[in-house]
Each structure stands twice: as structure tokens, then as C-alpha cells.
């Protein structure tokens, strides 16, 4: 999926502004930003469901909407019938594509619903809802898969679980395509981050690379061995006393000349965390350097 100065208005207002990044097959990319920065807009466009107004899209090498059979979409919220089992849904999903409705089961059993699959939908928990609306996306093998918002509102274990699935799918090659407001999570389970602020671009790429780029400071936390709180601070000029610790914020370039003071410390010191600044530092760092 390639997108080249990607334009959209509605009316006067301009929803998405010269936005261009790829997703290279076996890539998972996240797709971050504040309401309305132009996530779903974006995304519409990519899945062929609404036309652009300047620059480029290519979708699997063609426009959008030529490939459909190739791309799946998983919508923030999935609705399916409650009275029917998942096997029934899937089944009925497999049908409309022109394919053997017994799939079902094998498709299910992708996502871990093996075991539920003759249960009714009714009573499926939203996580295992959420792994019936992948079970649809996967139908077909697609190439390009868009999730939006695919684990709001499941809890931890379920979103862990949603991420392996979505690893074993780009270890096998699919692109992936990702929006989220939980960024915690991105930051761990996607290869590149892309930040969208009034659907403009403002930042983009491993978030290594992102964290460079921001120039964010990093806190050192010193514990001080015991008694030794006022002999360490003494050394650490600048430090803010956190309950027994000791707090010393810096910038990156600066981190190595403190971690030689403070390990010249010797004994007295009991330990040092690093904490280097999290994704949502660097999210509103770009959405801040923007105006927003
Ligand atoms: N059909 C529409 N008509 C007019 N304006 C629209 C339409 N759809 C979206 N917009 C506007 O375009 C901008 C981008 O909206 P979009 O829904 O793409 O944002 P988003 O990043 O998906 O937000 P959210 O996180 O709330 O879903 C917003 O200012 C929104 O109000």
C-alpha cells in the first residue's frame, strides 16, 4: 500500500493534507492520532470506499478498490447476528464470497474460536467478538489487512492474544495497517509508527528513530543505598528527591556522562533505572510541535 501526497477535503475542510507513507508486505504499521485527525478518512480511501482529491494511492499495486479480494477491512466495532453459532457467521460470510461455507471451522480455529464455534454469537465475549470479525477479514488470504481500532475494549490478555494472531499474519507476508488511540501497546507490537495531527503527517518511523527525532529527555532513577540518600544528592546536582530516590532528568546526548557519576558512587548507590520517555511523550511532543 503506497499513499503519495494524499489529499482529501470535505467542503473547505481539508481532512487529510498531502500524507505520504507505505505499508511494505509483512510490515505492521500503526496509525496514531487525536480524533479527527483524518485516521478513517485514510483509511476509507485505501479500502476504496470513498474517493481522494489529490495525489496518489496504490493498493496492492492498482487503485483502490480494484484488489478488494486481496484487502480486509476490520471496523472498530463489529456487529454480527447474535443468534447465529460463529461457525453459521462465518459460514454465511464464506458463502457471499463464492466459497465452500465449511471453511468456517479452519478459519475459526485461526483465531482461537475453534472451541466456540458452535456457540452462539449472543454469547461470545467482545474479545472473542473482535476474533470473529479477524475470522472474516481472513477469508480469502488477504494481502493488506485495515484494523481500525482493533482492540478497543479488550482487555489485556484478549489484546495480547489479537497481536500474536496479527504476527503470525505478517510473518506470513500481509501488510498491515493499523489505527489506535492505546499506545502503549502499539509501541511494543507494531515495526513502524505513523502520526497523523489535522491530517497532516507529522511524524513517521520506528519508534527509535521517533524517539531521537523529538529529543525528549530522559530521568535517570537513582535508588541510594541505605542512609546514603544525602551523601548521593550531593554528588547529583539537579536531582529531585522522589520519596528515596532520586530523580535526574537529562537529555540522551548528556545520559552516559551521568551514568559515570553515578556508578563513580560506588556503594552507595543501590541501583539505576533508566527510563527513557514513553510514546505518549513523543505522541504529544508531534501533536504539540503542531499546533494542536
Ligand atoms: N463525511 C464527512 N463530512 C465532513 N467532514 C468529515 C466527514 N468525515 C470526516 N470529516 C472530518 O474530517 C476530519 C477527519 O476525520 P476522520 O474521521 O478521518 O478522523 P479520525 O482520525 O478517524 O478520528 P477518530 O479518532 O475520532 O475516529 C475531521 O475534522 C472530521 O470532522
Known amino acids: 500500500m503506497k499513499l503519495q501526497d494524499l489529499t482529501k477535503t470535505y467542503g473547505p475542510a481539508r481532512a487529510l493534507d498531502r ?45 483502490p478498490g480494484v484488489r478488494r479480494a486481496g484487502v480486509a477491512y476490520l471496523p472498530e466495532n463489529v456487529a454480527f447476528h447474535p443468534a447465529l453459532t460463529g461457525e453459521e457467521q462465518i459460514g454465511l460470510f464464506l458463502s457471499l464470497r463464492g466459497q465452500d461455507p465449511r471453511g468456517a471451522r479452519a478459519l475459526l480455529a485461526r483465531v482461537g474460536l475453534h472451541d466456540a464455534a458452535a456457540r452462539r454469537i449472543g454469547t461470545y465475549s467482545k474479545g472473542m467478538r473482535q476474533r470473529v470479525g479477524l475470522a472474516q477479514a481472513l477469508i480469502g488470504h488477504p494481502r493488506l489487512l485495515i484494523l481500525d481500532e482493533p482492540t478497543s475494549g479488550l482487555d489485556p490478555v484478549s489484546r495480547r492474544d489479537f497481536y500474536a494472531l496479527l ?31 489535522g491530517g497532516r503527517l507529522v511524524a513517521e518511523g520506528a519508534l527509535e528513530r521517533l524517539r531521537i527525532e523529538a529529543g525528549l529527555p530522559v530521568a535517570l532513577v537513582v535508588t541510594p543505598a541505605t542512609g546514603q540518600g544525602d551523601g548521593v544528592a550531593t554528588h547529583l546536582p539537579g536531582a529531585e528527591r522522589v520519596g528515596e530516590k532520586l530523580v535526574l532528568t537529562c537529555k540522551a546526548p548528556e545520559k552516559l556522562g551521568h551514568l559515570a557519576r553515578i556508578a563513580a558512587l560506588g556503594p552507595k548507590v543501590a541501583d539505576v533505572d533508566v527510563i527513557p520517555p514513553s510514546l505518549e511523550d513523543i505522541y504529544s511532543h508531534f501533536s504539540r510541535r503542531d499546533g494542536q
Open 19 to 63: 500524507v505520504t507513507f507505505s505499508v511494505a508486505p509483512g510490515e505492521r504499521v500503526a496509525l496514531l492520532g487525536h480524533n479527527g485527525a483524518g485516521k478513517s478518512t485514510l483509511m476509507k480511501i485505501v479500502l476504496g470506499l470513498i474517493p481522494h482529491d489529490g495525489g496518489a494511492v496504490q493498493v496492492l499495486g492498482a487503485a
Open 167 to 197: 504476527d503470525g499474519l505478517s510473518a506470513q507476508g500481509a501488510a498491515i495497517l493499523l489505527s489506535s488511540h492505546a499506545l502503549t501497546e502499539v509501541e511494543a507490537r507494531t515495526d513502524r509508527i505513523v502520526i497523523l495531527s
